[in-house]
Nanobody
Framework: QVQLVESGGGSVQSGGSLRLSCAAS????????AGWFRQAPGKEREAVATIDSNDRTVYAPSVKGRFIISQDNVENKLYLQMNSVNDDDTAVYFC???????????????????????WGQGTQVTVSS
């Protein structure tokens, strides 16, 4: 059973940097695709960045040029490097990945369609001035 656990969240000053990690465990092969999502109070969950098995990345316009998504399939980890953060980046951040299960639907967010059938519990990022 695949489990995803985020870490690295916390408080950071506006303009600073933070690195989020997502560790996968269980019976795991490389995911078809993966991504980072976030949800701020009163707002819908949104896709932040996605990555596929060929390391092709797609970013939301609000974070492009500031955030970097990457993966290490040897260590079974997904990362989000957050640079030049601002108040709008305050949210709970979730990692999600597609360890394909037959019959489940795929969804279109950023990049290619992906099942996003496994999710972490979330980690809080708070940007202060």
């Amino acid at each position: 059973q695949v489990q995803l656990v985020e870490s690295g969240g916390g408080s950071v000053q506006s303009g600073g940097s933070l690195r989020l990690s997502c560790a996968a465990s269980g019976y795991i092969s490389s995911p078809y695709c993966a991504g980072w999502f976030r949800q701020a109070p009163g707002k819908e969950r949104e896709a932040v960045a996605t990555i596929d098995s060929n390391d092709r990345t797609v970013y939301a316009p609000s974070v492009k040029g500031r955030f970097i998504i990457s993966q290490d399939n040897v260590e079974n980890k997904l990362y989000l490097q957050m640079n030049s953060v601002n108040d709008d980046d305050t949210a709970v951040y979730f990692c999600a990945a597609d360890y394909r299960i037959s019959g489940l639907p795929t969804v279109q967010t950023l990049g290619p369609r992906c099942q996003y059938n496994f999710w972490g519990q979330g980690t809080q990022v708070t940007v202060s001035s």
